[in-house]
């Protein structure tokens, strides 16, 4: 199927090599801006962070959030990206934070290019059977409360 109006593909990242501690990472979401609060769910917003563990575990990254710049409630699902030569390449899902509710120390991503092949096998499969679907007036969508972000 094609892309809908108004949207193109992303790039993902070609490989791991920009993956490492210290990294430099974009991030998008809709979530909380204040975890303490419980405050400002519901604007897309855009943050820079780092890597703080490239090794956190063979499928995930551990980012840096201790300078008030990252992940919260309701971001979850959402891209993670590294800019490179003024383009956008997409290499993470936010997953988890590590604390509770307060947001403020690290948060987990789930590495995109460890699931890569097998994305791209399943995807291929889906498209054969004609599974995508994308509605032509989206409505919004409200969903349900957890304590993953």
Known sequence: GA???????????????????????????YGMSDGVKK???????????TISNAQFSQTELQLEQRKGRGACHGDSGGPAYIIS???YYLWGITSRG????QCNVFSVYTNLLAYYKWIQENAQSLVAKNQFIFPQDPTERVFGSGTYY
């Open 3 to 29: 892309t809908p109006a108004g949207y193109r593909p992303v790039n993902i990242l070609p490989n791991l090599s920009s993956l490492k501690n210290g990294a430099a990472v974009v991030l998008a979401g």
């Open 85 to 87: 030569g003024g383009s």
């Open 39 to 49: 405050t400002g769910a519901g604007v897309l917003r855009q943050v820079m962070t």
């Open 98 to 101: 590590d604390t509770k509710y």
